[in-house]
């Protein structure tokens, strides 16, 4: 005997069936979603069996419409996908996809019908979840990814899992785990070799609004790794456009870290099919000097040196990065990644400097660009010739003219102040002191203070310890 809910559903179904009143059979419907399982597509399986053809039809239209209210992941589209192809004709599946797509496209989801039928709902989820910086990842995302993987299975990535991340203390054990998974799952599927898996991915990854946090940019730079990419470039293009935060930057580094940890290291017996190929082709994109970079890069990931891998990787990302942006928001993004990173490489940060202030830098950057010589210079105190050129073209090219933020003029102020404490160097002292005069003079401090001291830096040769101390005297005053 049935439930009485269920007989109470079924037979107000059947009444507004057959009544034609499509308005109460789609609120009905609207409530079954939810507790779609076996029994109620039974159900409505036997009411398509013993509606006439013009009920069939309208309970068509009320099913295929139901995808305006589901996400593409919700179990139940796998209830109604198989209801509708089983029972009503072509169009209204194609109705029914349209409604999903619908759907999507107002909440900003990333992932469409196509890929739902191509791949099925827990990728769906999966990818979503990656793709969409409004949503968290959570545990249901971690029951979808071991979802139909075999119990052995998931102990051999544990192991993997514990192996890579005691060897290289790369990222988060969690972090490395959910890579590795994922991988594995696309392998299970058989789509670890779908080129169109690695099209659709990038072209969604094209679409982003927002940027991705440090979790998502990690997994799906791994991801792309291993999946077939005809073009380098379209894989070049997508991940500078996830790298447009700190976090994003360094995703993207520890994701190529771990592809080059799975090329080289012959201690990792699971092989997980990394794309060597396309691996090297995009380090020889984004390297400066292709041999001398794959070598060291090679060194360092035999000898485990993960901080240093993940600085060189970091800092070719943030120079190629700088050429394709033009956000003031993001290169100063990018420049707060070459900061927490660029100690290790001062050459490498050197010409990214000279680079970026050859071009109009605004008063945020110039902050940040002094906050970086600053901090390489204690670091690097024989380099300071080198950056003599750079503030020389800060002279020229930095927006000075009345800083709003008297904040930010304080912080400027007092990376001047110490870059001159710290200058061994004549040229690095004379381009200092160019750059200062440029400062003053653009503030438009009428006081006699400074009115004297520009004075003093009219015409200087060789600049004086006393006239070193008076500038930083006046840098440091409130």
């Known amino acids: 005997m049935k439930p009485l809910y269920k007989t109470s559903i079924v037979d107000s179904l059947i009444e507004s069936l ?182 659709y991915l990038l072209d969604k990854i094209n679409m982003l609004y927002k940027p991705l946090d440090y979790l998502k940019a990690t997994v799906l730079t791994f991801v792309l790794m291993h999946l077939p990419t005809k073009k380098i470039d379209s894989l070049f293009r997508a991940l500078i456009r996830i790298a447009s935060n700190v976090s994003s930057l360094l995703g993207i580094s520890t994701g190529i870290a771990l592809s080059i940890i799975h090329v080289l290291d012959f201690s990792i017996l699971i092989r997980n099919q990394v794309n060597r190929s396309l691996v090297w082709m995009f380090l020889e994109k984004i390297m400066t000097n292709s041999s001398e970079d794959f070598i060291e890069l090679i060194d360092l990931t035999r000898k485990k040196l993960v901080n240093k891998l993940l600085s060189k990787i970091c800092i070719n990302l943030a120079r190629i990065t700088l050429n394709y942006v033009n956000d003031p928001a993001i290169e100063n993004q990018i420049i707060d990644c070459i900061y927490a990173v660029g100690i290790n490489y001062p050459f490498d940060v050197i010409m990214i400097l000279q680079d970026l202030t050859n071009r109009k830098i605004n008063q945020e950057l110039l902050y ?95 600049p004086s310890d006393d006239l070193v101390k008076s500038i930083i005297s006046y840098l440091e005053s409130d």
């Open 368 to 462: 940040r660009i002094l906050r970086i010589i600053r901090i390489l210079i204690i670091k690097h105190p024989e380099l300071q010739s080198k950056f003599a050129l750079i503030i020389s073209n800060l002279a020229f090219n930095a927006d000075l003219k009345n800083v709003k933020s008297i904040t930010l003029k304080k912080v400027i102020q007092k990376n001047l102040a110490a870059l001159l404490r710290l200058s061994k160097s004549l040229a690095f002292t004379e381009s200092l002191i160019y750059l200062i005069k440029y400062f003053i003079m653009a503030d438009l401090d009428t006081s006699p203070r400074s009115a004297g001291l520009l004075t003093s830096l009219t015409d200087i040769n060789e």
């Open 18 to 199: 057959a009544s034609g009143n499509e308005k109460l059979l789609k609120e009905l419907l609207r409530k079954m979603l939810g507790t779609l399982r076996h029994d109620f597509v039974t159900i409505l399986e036997e009411i398509f069996r013993v509606s006439d053809e013009k009920n069939r039809k309208i309970l068509c239209r009320c099913l295929s419409e139901l995808g305006l209210h589901l996400d593409l992941w919700s179990k139940d589209v796998n209830y109604l996908y198989h209801l509708i192809s089983k029972n009503c004709q072509k169009i209204y599946l194609a109705d029914f996809k349209v409604m999903l797509n619908h759907n999507a496209l107002m909440k900003k989801r990333f992932i469409d019908a196509n890929f739902y039928e191509r791949y099925g709902i827990d990728i769906v989820f999966i990818f979503e979840m990656l793709l969409n910086s409004n949503m968290s990842i959570n545990n249901e995302f971690y029951e979808r990814l071991i979802n139909n993987i075999p119990e052995k299975v998931l102990n051999q990535i544990s192991k993997l899992t514990h192996y890579i991340h005691n060897s290289y203390v790369l990222t988060k054990r969690e972090i490395i785990y959910i890579c590795e998974l994922l991988i594995k799952k696309l392998d299970i599927m058989g789509i670890i070799k779908d080129s169109d898996l690695s099209a």
